[in-house]
């Protein structure tokens, strides 16, 4: 059979056929889990010359492993990078990026609203290398431009964020990074390549926490950045192969596996979000909806110039606070009380007191997770299920 030209493939296709399709050498449609430490060499030259990077090939699975390089190649794909490289988690991908660009005394400018963990990261372990993170509300752009001097490595961006949905101008954003010659980082986990794409509106790098839509079903933790070849290779060659954070061939299989489906993922977590964001807005005992496919989110208007869909994740303030939160919580039945985000399964957390107990009740007030602030991670059951659910749940709150 004679090979489709991929860089003609659109999207969907991609997604099934992008991490190379059928294995060559047995046939399999699926591809093999290459579940094995090390690769032999075919003599002593053939191994000095991989070592010296004048042949390709596998050495050792720290460095690379087939099925890793499947998915790490479908991403970059996806995103419309040169290249990508996985990860064993979200944060693994986050903290080996940020000790790629930056140095003891340098700092970078990063979003105010970001995951509980990126946030730890930045203000509480990077300060012990003394590297600064200049949290600033990036949907504001003279915020980033006042941060920035001449020790700023790079401007690090969560849009939509987590938990508030908050939305940053990525193309505003990539030209001031662009105007100080420093890289525009994306945590694109909330939209996925499928509703967004970071790299075409500017970036110059994408993460994405896998464990999340690329993996889609609950079962893996995984991290990926994807960027410019050099970048990826010094990634690679210096800060996973000498700190070790790497994917199992077994996971980056299943992350290969779900992309397969991604597409129609997407499209039914957001339509299920927004009936349910469309429901829970005017509910008498609701006092606000964070999403960004409804007009009334502030910035909508941006959403939906660089958006193509705004995803699954919903957010809300209920009236009567934490208490009122905490019964919504105890009452509810087929979303599962969790944290997490992006499965197929419906999740219900309590930012403040889980996923962004991180922040101090001062940072918490500044960005906006209230005591009262519930997210959503809309999964796949039937809408009217998951609806039914959130009325009875709110139904048992006396207020
Ligand atoms: N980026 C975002 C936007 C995230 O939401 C998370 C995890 C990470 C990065 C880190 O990825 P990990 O290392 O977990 O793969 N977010 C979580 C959440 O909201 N609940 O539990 C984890």
Same mark, same amino acid.
């Given at each position: 059979?004679?090979?489709?030209?991929?860089?003609?493939?659109?999207?969907?296709?991609?997604?099934?056929?992008?991490?190379?399709?059928?294995?060559?050498?047995?046939?399999?449609?699926?591809?093999?889990?290459?579940?094995?430490?090390?690769?032999?060499?075919?003599?002593?030259?053939?191994?000095?010359?991989?070592?010296?990077?004048?042949?390709?090939?596998?050495?050792?699975?720290?460095?690379?492993?087939?099925?890793?390089?499947?998915?790490?190649?479908?991403?970059?794909?996806?995103?419309?990078?040169?290249?990508?490289?996985?990860?064993?988690?979200?944060?693994?991908?986050?903290?080996?990026?940020?000790?790629? =660009?930056?140095?003891?005394? $340098?700092?970078?400018?990063? @979003?105010? #609203?970001? *995951?509980? +963990?990126? /946030?730890?990261?930045? %203000?509480?372990?990077?300060?012990?290398?003394?590297?600064?993170?200049?949290?600033?509300?990036?949907?504001?752009?003279?915020?980033?431009?006042?941060?920035?001097?001449?020790?700023?490595?790079?401007?690090?961006?969560?849009?939509?964020?987590?938990?508030?949905?908050?939305?940053?101008?990525?193309?505003?954003?990539?030209?001031?990074?662009?105007?100080?010659?420093?890289?525009?980082?994306?945590?694109?986990?909330?939209?996925?390549?499928?509703?967004?794409?970071? =790299?075409?509106?500017?970036? $110059?790098?994408?993460?994405? @926490?896998? #464990?999340? *839509?690329? +993996?889609? /079903?609950?079962?893996? %933790?995984?991290?990926?950045?994807?960027?410019?070849?050099?970048?990826?290779?010094?990634?690679?060659?210096?800060?996973?192969?000498?700190?070790?954070?790497?994917?199992?061939?077994?996971?980056?299989?299943?992350?290969?596996?779900?992309?397969?489906?991604?597409?129609?993922?997407?499209?039914?977590?957001?339509?299920?979000?927004?009936?349910?964001?469309?429901?829970?807005?005017?509910?008498?005992?609701?006092?606000?909806?964070?999403?960004?496919?409804?007009?009334?989110?502030?910035?909508?208007?941006?959403?939906?110039?660089?958006?193509?869909?705004?995803?699954?994740?919903?957010?809300?303030?209920?009236?009567?606070?934490?208490?009122?939160?905490?019964?919504?919580?105890?009452?509810?039945?087929?979303?599962?009380?969790?944290?997490?985000?992006?499965?197929?399964?419906?999740?219900?957390?309590?930012?403040?007191?889980?996923?962004?107990?991180?922040?101090?009740?001062?940072?918490?007030?500044?960005?906006?997770?209230?005591?009262?602030?519930?997210?959503?991670?809309?999964?796949?059951?039937?809408?009217?299920?998951?609806?039914?659910?959130?009325?009875?749940?709110?139904?048992?709150?006396?207020?």
């Amino acid at each position: 059979m004679s090979k489709f030209d991929l860089k003609k493939a659109h999207f969907a296709t991609l997604c099934i056929h992008g991490s190379g399709g059928v294995d060559q050498s047995t046939g399999a449609l699926s591809i093999p889990i290459y579940q094995s430490s090390t690769f032999a060499f075919k003599n002593a030259k053939h191994g000095a010359d991989i070592f010296s990077g004048e042949q390709e090939g596998y050495v050792y699975t720290r460095i690379g492993n087939p099925t890793q390089s499947a998915f790490e190649k479908e991403m970059a794909f996806l995103e419309g990078g040169e290249a990508a490289l996985a990860f064993g988690s979200g944060m693994a991908a986050i903290s080996s990026t940020i000790f790629s =660009l930056c140095r003891s005394g $340098d700092n970078f400018v990063s @979003s105010n #609203t970001l *995951y509980g +963990g990126t /946030h730890s990261l930045f %203000v509480d372990t990077l300060p012990r290398l003394e590297i600064e993170a200049r949290e600033v509300d990036t949907t504001n752009l003279s915020e980033i431009e006042e941060a920035i001097d001449e020790k700023t490595r790079c401007l690090y961006i969560e849009t939509p964020a987590n938990p508030t949905l908050m939305i940053s101008d990525l193309a505003a954003c990539a030209k001031i990074a662009r105007k100080h010659k420093i890289p525009l980082i994306v945590d694109n986990t909330f939209s996925t390549p499928y509703f967004q794409r970071p =790299l075409e509106l500017g970036a $110059d790098i994408v993460i994405h @926490s896998a #464990t999340k *839509y690329i +993996g889609g /079903h609950g079962d893996t %933790v995984a991290g990926v950045a994807i960027g410019g070849k050099e970048f990826i290779d010094d990634l690679r060659g210096n800060f996973l192969r000498d700190l070790g954070g790497i994917i199992s061939p077994l996971n980056a299989w299943l992350l290969v596996r779900g992309l397969k489906t991604l597409p129609v993922r997407m499209e039914q977590h957001q339509r299920n979000a927004l009936k349910i964001a469309k429901f829970l807005q005017f509910h008498p005992k609701v006092d606000y909806v964070w999403y960004p496919g409804l007009a009334s989110h502030p910035q909508h208007e941006i959403g939906k110039q660089q958006m193509s869909g705004y995803g699954g994740m919903v957010s809300f303030e209920i009236k009567g606070g934490r208490k009122a939160g905490e019964k919504l919580m105890n009452s509810i039945k087929i979303f599962t009380l969790a944290v997490s985000l992006g499965d197929v399964d419906s999740l219900i957390e309590h930012p403040a007191s889980m996923t962004h107990s991180t922040y101090s009740s001062e940072e918490l007030v500044k960005v906006g997770i209230t005591d009262g602030l519930v997210r959503l991670s809309v999964g796949l059951e039937d809408v009217h299920d998951l609806i039914d659910d959130l009325s009875q749940a709110l139904k048992a709150i006396k207020i």
